[in-house]
């Protein structure tokens, strides 16, 4: 369900799935091929989501951001890049993903976090306000830790992770 709000709707690049049972509101821009999984609900409402190529958001996901203020003029808008995996019930709050991320199951992230490019966040982490996770490792845990640098093999998955679910998405284009 694609929703205007304030005469700005949802702005999806070619390619790009969304389940219908997901709902997505206001100034939401989506790359090409991307997929947005049952019941995510992103509100692009109080300031910007931008979500970039080949990326998944998986089911449950909670998408939200905030809004400018005197003291923080910008806010915090929710940016990710390409190839990013976000897994099942993950909530993603006002922060920036680079490219190449696997966001585990039921992780938190808080506004104003940067995370770097290739990194994976493990299942039911909590990454609070302001911090930035370095490139290349592993983080886990409430709050998150800097458990141990990547494998090769689990830097190859980054990008297999994404490829999978650009497959995924256009079995269930094709389900019409
Ligand atoms: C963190 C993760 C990548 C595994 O890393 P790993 O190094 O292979 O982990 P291991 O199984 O070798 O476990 C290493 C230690 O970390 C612990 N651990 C594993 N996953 C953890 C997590 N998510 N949070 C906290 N601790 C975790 C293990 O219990 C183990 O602890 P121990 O040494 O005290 O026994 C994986 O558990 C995970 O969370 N993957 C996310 C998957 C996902 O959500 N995908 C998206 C949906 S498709």
């Known amino acids: 369900m694609l929703r205007t709000y304030k005469g700005i709707a949802p702005n999806l690049s070619e390619g790009v799935y969304i389940d219908e049972s997901a ?3 206001g100034d939401i821009t989506i790359g090409k091929d991307s997929s947005v999984w049952p019941l995510v609900a992103a509100r692009g409402d109080v300031n910007y989501i931008k979500i970039g190529a080949r990326t998944n958001i998986q ?3 909670v998408l939200h951001l905030t809004r400018k203020s005197s003291t923080n003029p910008e ?3 929710l940016i990710i890049g390409d190839d990013v995996t976000v897994g099942h019930k993950v909530m993603l709050h006002g922060c920036k993903l680079g490219n190449r991320i696997l966001v585990g199951m039921g992780a938190i992230v808080m ?3 940067t995370v770097e490019d290739d990194i994976i966040i493990g299942g039911g982490a909590l990454v ?4 930035t996770l370095e490139s290349g490792y592993l983080y886990v845990g ?9 494998t090769e093999q689990e830097r190859t998955f ?6 999978n679910y650009v497959e995924l998405k256009d079995e269930y284009l094709q389900e019409g």
């Not at 609070?128 to 911090?131: D, M």
């Not at 980054?158 to 490829?163: D, E, N, T």
């Open 23 to 25: 709902i997505l509101v």
């Open 59 to 61: 089911d449950g996901s």
């Open 75 to 77: 806010g915090y808008p």
């Open 111 to 113: 506004d104003n976090v």
């Open 128 to 131: 609070p306000p302001n911090k």
């Open 142 to 150: 409430s709050p998150v830790k800097q458990a141990r640098p990547l």
């Open 158 to 163: 980054l990008k297999i992770s994404a490829q």
